[in-house]
């Protein structure tokens, strides 16, 4: 049974930095592409980043261009997002989520997804 578990979250003050972690287990992901989305109150679930498990292959939303980094770690089966220049637009719930062949930023076509991890931006 695939898992993915966020941690990392909490509240900042804007400028400030983050780093999201997602542990997956429960199959081998050599051939998944791992993202992250975030879902704000009131707001559509929008793609942050995603990446290749195999190749490391990055993709980002122009938000988080220049300010997040994706990154993992095979041994670990972990993927990372590395946030800093926070604002308070940041603010939002970060999932983790996996799919075979996903269209990269579309959420609906992930297959598995975490629970989510609060982050919180404050001016």
């Known amino acids: 049974q695939v898992q993915l578990v966020e941690s990392g979250g909490g509240l900042v003050q804007a400028g400030g930095s983050l780093r999201l972690s997602c542990a997956a287990s429960?199959?081998?992901?050599?051939?998944?592409?791992l993202g992250w989305f975030r879902q704000a109150p009131g707001k559509e679930r929008e793609f942050v980043a995603a990446?290749?498990?195999?190749?490391?292959?990055?993709y980002y939303a122009d938000s988080a261009k220049g300010r997040f980094t994706i990154s993992r770690d095979n041994a670990k089966n972990t993927v990372y997002l590395q946030m800093i220049s926070l604002k308070p637009e940041d603010t939002a719930v970060y999932y983790c989520?996996?799919?075979?062949?996903?269209?990269?930023?579309?959420?609906?076509?992930?297959?598995?997804w975490g629970q989510g991890t609060q982050v919180t931006v404050s001016s």
């Open positions: 990446i290749t498990w195999r190749g490391g292959s990055t």
């Open positions: 989520a996996a799919a075979q062949a996903p269209v990269v930023t579309r959420w609906s076509t992930y297959e598995y």
């Open positions: 429960g199959r081998t992901f050599s051939s998944y592409i």
